[in-house]
């Protein structure tokens, strides 16, 4: 149980274009979803926080212009990445926390994204 | 802000050896501490929680300690295998949604 997917696993895409990346709970409802970001050999850094329904919570220095992200349903959350640069590349992870619990979370395995 | 620090960068030891990683933190202690494991170009996997009132757990040869004394953490793997070769995330979550995560140790187990 508590499988968290993402699609897609990686993309390429041309400088100045938008990119969705989709963050989907399988199994279970997630109320919290979390999306990451994580540079080569560096640890994740917590990009924002969603909540379904409601608008997302940014970490200090995240751009919510350029980071939309969108929490419509209990099982899917979006994170797209708009007029991206090639300083946007990196490895964006989602994480996602059933309803009712404060503790652990769920990670999607990843997407990889190229800017070139 | 909160920093996280895990013992090294790197750790190798051999074989059926246990592995000792260790998770420094600076600020007030979370309500919850967690460890997880992640393998290259894969999102973390988690392996145990520990609550900010206990002071150990086990899973089968996974060991945790919390000292909110010391501010600190340790994460144990006894009789290591290479299969137990990844990078170890320690993260710190204070009930809701901050989360954050420590900067990560890179095990490798030499057969």
């Known amino acids: 149980g508590a499988v968290v997917s993402q699609h897609p696993s990686r993309v390429i895409c041309k400088s100045g274009t938008s990119v969705k990346i989709e963050c989907r709970s399988l199994?279970?409802?997630?109320?919290?979803m979390f999306w990451y970001r994580q540079f080569p050999k560096q640890s994740l850094m917590l990009m924002a926080t969603?909540?379904?329904?409601?608008?997302?919570?940014?970490e200090q220095g995240v751009e919510k212009d350029k980071f939309l992200i969108n929490h419509a349903s209990l099982t899917l959350s979006t994170l797209t990445v708009t007029s991206a640069h090639p300083e946007d590349s990196s490895f964006y992870i989602c994480?996602?926390?059933?309803?009712?619990?404060?503790?652990?979370?769920?990670f999607g395995p990843g997407t990889r994204l190229t800017v070139l | 802000s909160q920093k996280i620090e895990q013992n090294s960068e790197a750790l190798n030891i051999q074989e059926g050896k246990t592995a000792t990683l260790t998770c420094n933190y600076t600020?007030?202690?979370?309500?919850?501490l967690q460890w997880y494991r992640q393998d290259p170009g894969r999102g973390p996997v988690f392996l145990l929680l520990?609550?900010?009132?206990?002071k150990e757990k086990r899973k089968e040869r996974l060991k945790v300690t919390f000292d909110t004394t010391l501010k600190q953490s340790l994460f144990h793997i006894t009789a290591s295998q290479p299969a137990d070769s990844a990078t170890y995330l320690c993260a710190l979550d204070y009930t809701g949604n901050q989360f954050y995560f420590g900067t990560g140790t890179s095990l490798t187990v030499i057969p």
């Open positions: 520990i609550r900010e009132n206990e």
């Open positions: 199994d279970f409802q997630a109320t919290t």
């Open positions: 969603s909540n379904e329904g409601s608008k997302a919570t940014y």
């Open positions: 994480s996602a926390r059933g309803a009712g619990s404060t503790d652990t979370q769920y």
């Open positions: 600020n007030y202690s979370p309500a919850y």
